[in-house]
């Protein structure tokens, strides 16, 4: 049962401010008291850290490290900053609301929400990350990369939709991978990473560089932007604080199995908080521990990754010419650790990074879904299952990826642009639409200023440049 508000009409409706000709204006009650026990909220944060760890930490960090050095490492840790900032943002709404950030903007205008969706659909089509995962299996046990591929994404699909409760086995299968991470940098660090590497340590600050002329501005400012998430999956930070009861979250039922969970109905609005004294202080609670959550967890683990890969590249294939800026840059590095640790250590390796990567798949299948079902549910058929509806979307997405494996298609070229151009335009886009509905709709005492605003700004002019960038060479692939 939802509280009503205490304070009755001596506090002003806060939900007048929300714009409700597409979605009615949010209940008014009172926001939940903050945790008291706060590790049981822990998770989020490793959610999208482990949701993130894939082509940038694996692959792309590395390579650029192992054509230049450390000099670029540095760029990781201010796309992690921007990105926390943008992460709080849309949290900020949530937090307050009980409803995403994505149902924000299609308060604004309807159909912002199936613009996202179908941006980040396209944009994950292309089932790279089990493929991704697949060829390291193959590393490890030989076999086909296609066949394995496709049985990774009926897996996907196995655990999204028979998990009684869909958040809580993506959190633990993140919280496996992120352990696994952990490890895996333990015993390199124990038994790879000699003096030669430590000692260039320092050069990360001392020799920090953009080192265009080596690698070309876009791929530079791609690894900057993307360094940790990127893309829809910035914007599914609002669906998993919901379904782990952050702030008015806790008064929204989670996504279920609609096999194996018990299906509760949403309404399409949120909640609203008035201000009162007692709110404001539970909000400083909630905002405290939101904001310390992303920083130790999404921005300290996807750095303390970044770091760790970028110097086992630099301990093992650094001035190698010729390598790839693909997923067999794996197979260079992994054979290379065989011979500097043993060949037990390149099996390891290759066997993290297949986790690693099964693990994204499984993120990124369930975040694009996600975001679907819940523009689909709250905009369109608000009285349809939204549980349902996800379950239709997961399996459509893994049978989709699954028609392209076994067609024998290599990436091809219309999707891969689509992938590439998608990513940089959408958080150009929300960056400015999270800068209005933060300061348009929320109470004034919680509306985004100062710092976070400047932060939100420079999002915008980071993330428009990568997108015109980005944008301007893949037409240029495409027409040649």
Not at 4 to 13: I, K, L, P
Not at 120 to 132: D, K, L, R, V
Not at 346 to 369: E, K, P, Q, R
Request: hydrophobic share 55%; aromatic share 12%; proline share 5%.
């Amino acid at each position: 049962m939802v509280p009503n508000n205490r304070d009755g009409a001596d506090v002003a409706d806060p939900s007048k401010a929300f714009p409700s000709k597409h979605i009615p204006s949010p209940q008014v009650c009172d926001l939940p008291a903050p945790p008291v026990k706060q590790w049981r909220y822990i998770g989020p944060g490793i959610v999208a850290a482990g949701v993130g760890m894939a082509s940038g930490e694996f692959i792309l960090f590395p390579y650029i490290t192992s054509q230049v050095g450390l000099a670029f490492v540095w760029a990781a840790l201010l796309g992690l900053v921007t990105q926390y900032f943008l992460n709080m943002e849309i949290e900020r709404y949530t937090l307050a609301t009980g409803e995403t950030a994505v149902t924000g903007f299609s308060r604004l205008w309807k159909h912002w929400g199936l613009v996202f969706a179908i941006m980040a659909y396209f944009a994950n089509i292309w089932p790279a990350w089990a493929t991704s995962s697949a060829t390291l299996i193959t590393y490890v046990v030989g076999g086909s990369a296609a066949i394995t591929a496709v049985v990774i994404l009926l897996l996907v699909g196995l655990i999204l939709t028979l998990a009684p409760a869909v958040y809580t086995a993506l959190e633990r299968a993140e919280m496996l991978k992120v352990a696994a991470l952990l490890l895996l940098i333990l015993i390199g660090a124990l038994f790879v990473l000699g003096a030669r590497t430590w000692a260039a340590v320092p050069t990360i600050v001392t020799d920090a560089g953009f080192p265009a002329a080596e690698l070309g501005f876009a791929v530079l400012l791609g690894a900057l932007a993307f360094a940790g998430a990127g893309g829809g999956q910035n914007l599914v930070q609002s669906n998993w604080i919901r379904d782990k009861g952050f702030g008015m979250g806790k008064h929204v039922p989670k996504i279920v199995s609609p096999l194996t969970g018990e299906l509760e109905s949403r309404g399409q609005a949120g909640f609203i908080f008035p201000p009162t004294e007692e709110n404001l202080s539970r909000w400083k609670g909630w905002w405290r521990f939101a904001n310390r959550e992303q920083l130790l967890t999404f921005v300290g683990i996807s750095f303390l990754s970044i770091m760790f890969m970028s110097l086992l590249a630099y301990a093992t294939v650094y001035g190698t010419p010729g390598l790839s800026e693909d997923v067999s840059f794996l197979r260079v590095e992994g054979e290379r650790l065989m011979e500097m640790a043993g060949g037990w250590f390149g099996y390891f390796f290759w066997i993290i990074g297949a986790v690693s990567l099964f693990a994204a798949a499984l993120g990124i299948v369930d975040y694009t879904s996600r975001l679907a079902a819940d523009v689909l549910k709250t905009t369109y058929f608000p009285d349809a299952s939204e549980s349902k509806i996800y379950a239709g979307l997961v399996w459509g997405l893994v049978l989709i990826g699954a028609v392209v494996i076994l067609v024998g298609l290599d990436q091809p070229i219309v999707l891969a642009t689509i992938a590439a151009c998608t990513g940089g335009v959408m958080m150009f886009i929300y960056s400015g639409l999270l800068i209005a509905i933060n300061r348009k709709m929320l109470p004034a005492p919680i509306r985004i200023r100062g710092v976070r605003l400047v932060a939100l700004i420079w999002s915008i002019v980071l993330f428009g440049t990568l997108a015109v960038l980005t944008v301007q060479q893949q037409i240029g692939n495409l027409f040649g």
